[in-house]
């Protein structure tokens, strides 16, 4: 099965910078990378999504990046908010072109300074 | 997205008792999942709840421990069997539309 490894576990940065979290995945046949964030005592929250026929997507201060050849893909948190502050996740799914099995990492401990 | 409505939000039960978690999708739904999360980690796949047949468990789950029915599109129950304080977590009922996945707010469970 699919094996999605994160890092970092915990990350802390001042409010303004950006912050990067970086996954790796394990089955070439994944081609869609969810990112959920989870507030405290929240249920996960999807931020924004990539399919593998896309190498970057953007929304506002959120951003995506996949390379299929090195099967990373990448969340880009620009100009940081204490609101940020949260447990990131991200995810592959294995199955097709539809909604299969997602299988999360670890985790990502982010917290902005303020 | 999608509204995913999830009771109880919370039980404390003793040990070798059951307890079953309902979960309510809307229409948008067509695929719904279980999911487990311990304190502080990640999220681990229980099942594929399937309407009107058996559910697809993933390795390490059984179907004597976590029964699920799935009667209907929009309606889904998963049931935690013979608990052991092991079991205390926060199962988490997701469905998903053809391209993404939504959470409902989740169980917490404690088993004394």
């Known amino acids: 099965g699919e094996n999605v490894e994160q890092h970092p576990s915990t990350l802390s940065v001042q409010e303004g910078d950006s912050a990067v979290i970086k996954c790796t995945y394990s089955?070439?046949?994944?081609?869609?990378f969810p990112w959920y964030k989870q507030e405290l005592g929240k249920r996960p929250q999807l931020i924004i999504d990539i399919r593998s026929n896309v190498g970057e997507k953007k929304d506002q201060r959120i951003a995506v990046t996949l390379n299929k050849t090195a099967k990373h893909f990448s969340l880009h948190i620009t100009e940081t908010q204490p609101e940020d502050s949260a447990v990131y996740f991200c995810?592959?799914?294995?199955?097709?072109?539809?909604?299969?099995?997602?299988?999360f990492g670890r985790g990502t401990q982010l917290t902005v300074w303020p | 997205s999608a509204v995913i409505s999830q009771k109880p939000s919370r039980d404390i039960c003793q040990r070798g008792t059951s307890l079953t978690i309902q979960c309510q999708v809307d229409?948008?739904?067509?695929?719904m999942f279980w999911y487990r999360q311990q304190p502080g980690q990640s999220l681990t796949l229980i099942a594929t709840?399937?309407?009107?047949?058996?559910?697809?468990?993933e390795s390490g789950f059984v179907i004597d421990k976590f029964p699920i029915s799935r009667p209907n599109l929009t309606f889904s129950t998963l049931t935690v069997s013979n608990m052991s304080p092991e079991d205390s977590s926060i199962y988490l009922c997701s469905g998903g539309t053809f391209e993404k996945l939504f959470f409902g707010s989740g169980t917490q469970l404690s088993v004394l």
């Open positions: 089955d070439s046949a994944s081609n869609y």
């Open positions: 229409s948008q739904v067509t695929m």
């Open positions: 995810a592959a799914s294995s199955r097709g072109s539809t909604l299969g099995r997602l299988y």
């Open positions: 709840a399937n309407q009107g047949s058996e559910a697809t468990y």
